[in-house]
């Protein structure tokens, strides 16, 4: 279950996952800090740190920290599964126990969320994007690549 509401992605976003074109292209660091880093951060807020958020100096990646650990993701060309699953990885490695998925929270409207790491919530991931399945160790682990 979701864990203190969410935020909603620019609708350029729905119709890119849904038609299976979900990349960072243009000034990818930049449209991942803003469309998902920044949000992600505010939600994040009282539970745990994400800050220093910043984009790389050639504008392809971003830079920040997840509970005082030192996260880097190279985002041009990068699916947006992958980067979210790259999130999950940085969670995951602060031993947090929660977790980031992408949901349908209404009709045509796509949501960041912040799930407890044990919580199914497969019925409402937007189709596209991977939800964050634990595996043996409780860590998320064997999700699909780029196609």
């Avoid at 969670?91 to 126990?97: G, H, M, V």
């Amino acid at each position: 279950m979701a864990t203190g509401g969410g935020f909603v992605l620019e609708s350029e976003w729905y119709w890119r996952i849904f038609e299976g074109d979900a990349r960072f292209d243009d000034a990818p660091g930049k449209t991942a800090v803003r469309d998902f880093l920044w949000p992600l951060a505010g939600l994040a807020k009282g539970r745990f740190a994400l800050d220093d958020v910043a984009v790389d100096p050639d504008g392809d990646g971003v830079r920040f920290r997840v509970a005082d650990r030192p996260v880097a993701i190279r985002c041009r060309g990068l699916r947006i599964e992958q980067f979210v699953a790259s999130i999950n990885d940085a969670l995951a490695a602060a031993e947090l126990d929660v977790r980031f998925a992408i949901v349908e929270s209404r009709r045509y409207e796509l949501s960041g969320v912040l799930v407890g790491k044990d919580d199914a919530v497969r019925s409402r991931i937007a189709r596209g994007t991977s939800p964050p399945e634990p595996n043996a160790h409780g860590d998320p682990g064997d999700r699909p690549r780029d196609r």
